[in-house]
């Protein structure tokens, strides 16, 4: 009875009336059962007013996260010690974007560098293998590219209301930086994962049974090489445009944005399947098995390395409205277009207007434009910087970076609950623009 007296929380009196000395206040049965149950029932409703704070208390904290973490979106507005914090949470966004997204945190280490990416998709050359003029000016055109892609991402900030008569979307670069680090570490859990290097080993155990037909070497090498990578790039592109759980759960995150730069432009999740717009899946299966049927051999290109470097460099910043103003300007730079994927041809690839729909999108290629001039998906920039953003009128293009990881992937999962079995497939692995019968609202 003791806990019972702990658990019903009885006043000295009652307990005295209850236990007290009987002969001295007389207390019938009815009447002291009566008083156990009053007792029980206090007890009772002492434990559900208990139960009930709790569960009012998990519902605040719910709400407060749902408005805060999820809904509200990073504002640059309120009071002065918010500005402060946050106008601090840009410039470190900047810092981030420039060092772990555009890998200018590398340039200390390309002096010593023992290898260099020569062309988007294409095998990186030894800096040993090459002459020595050859070799310094490789480090140099390397050093040029990444410089050259900071100097247009903070012109993009100075110039951006003079070209497009908007402000400069900071809160956007926040939220991007924040989700672009998220992905690119994520990448890391990604390549280590030991199914994966099983993968990878078994595959390359299988390449050495591909015979080899054709050898190159020198410039016709690098020509070569920069095709075959381009067309692993235009496949894997427009597959991530064209199937629904690529697009939903990855390359759709890359489009969500309606005021595109190079500093507000979201990276793919680092998943080998999802992360197709940038040529993983065929990088890692189609073009080592093309590159053993074409072997090529570079090293031998001589000055056309660097020269391929810049040419890279110049395309690299694709989604720059600065360059993408000066191309609507500048006649030799739209001539390029025969042949290269310029930041107008690429910005074009954002544009929302649906005459640029032609496949699920257009202009789906990496450096250059044959292979969308050959399959039929090219659309012809025009004369001023477009409207990006996606096709979809009710797109969310939140500035949340919880909200903009994890709701592709709670949509789906809602699209799953509320549709019949019958339908997976299709919201599955249907084309992107499938709508299933009962869709969730975004």
Not at 156 to 174: H, P, Q, S, V
Not at 214 to 233: K, M, P, Q, S, T
């Amino acid at each position: 009875m003791r806990s019972f007296r702990h658990e019903a929380k009885l006043t000295p009196a009652i307990w005295y009336l209850y236990y007290g000395n009987l002969n001295v206040w007389p207390i019938n049965y009815n009447c002291r059962r009566d008083l156990l149950n009053y007792c029980q029932a206090e007890a009772a409703m002492s434990s559900d007013n208990q139960n009930a704070t709790k569960a009012h208390r998990l519902e605040t904290i719910a709400l407060l996260i749902k408005t805060y973490v999820w809904d509200k979106d990073i504002q640059l507005r309120g009071s002065n010690v918010k500005i402060i914090a946050l106008s601090a949470a840009s410039l470190l966004a900047l810092l981030s974007e420039l060092v772990f997204h555009y890998h200018l945190g590398a340039l200390p280490g390309i002096l010593s560098a023992r290898t260099i990416t020569i062309y988007d998709n294409v095998q990186d050359v030894l800096v040993s293998d090459v002459s020595g003029p050859v070799a310094k000016a490789l480090v140099a055109a390397t050093a040029f590219r990444l410089i050259f892609l900071a100097v247009i991402a903070l012109l993009d900030i100075l110039f951006y209301k003079k070209i497009t008569g908007n402000d400069f979307d900071y809160e956007a670069m926040i939220n991007i930086a924040i989700v672009n680090f998220v992905f690119i570490t994520a990448f890391i859990f990604v390549i280590l994962n030991p199914m994966l290097t099983q993968f990878i080993s078994l595959y390359v155990n299988t390449l050495r049974l591909v015979p080899t037909v054709v050898h190159l070497n020198g410039v016709a090498a690098l020509i070569a090489a920069c095709l075959i990578g381009d067309f692993c790039f235009y496949w894997a592109h427009r597959w991530g445009h064209g199937v629904r759980f690529l697009w939903n759960l990855g390359h759709i995150n890359h489009h969500r944005s309606h005021k595109l730069s190079q500093l507000t432009n979201a990276a793919d999740p680092p998943s080998l399947l999802l992360n197709v717009a940038g040529g993983k899946v065929f990088a890692l299966l189609l073009l080592p098995f093309i590159m053993k049927l074409f072997t090529v051999d570079i090293r031998d290109a001589g000055w056309a390395l660097p020269a391929a470097i810049i040419f890279d460099a110049l395309a690299d910043p694709s989604h720059s409205v600065v360059l993408t103003h000066l191309e609507t300007r500048s006649r030799v730079l739209r001539l390029l277009r025969w042949i290269f994927v310029t930041p107008g041809v690429h910005f074009t690839h954002h544009a929302r207007e649906k005459k640029y729909n032609i496949c699920n999108g257009s202009n789906f290629g990496a450096r250059l434009t044959i292979w969308d001039r050959v399959f039929g998906t090219y659309a012809e920039p025009p004369d001023s910087v477009p409207e990006v953003g996606l096709f979809d009128d009710n797109a969310d293009y939140c500035k949340t970076p919880l909200r903009f990881l994890l709701d592709p992937y709670f949509r789906l999962y809602g699209e799953l609950k509320r549709n019949n079995i019958r339908h997976w497939p299709a919201i599955l692995f249907g084309p992107a623009a499938y709508d299933p019968p009962n869709p969730v609202q975004k």
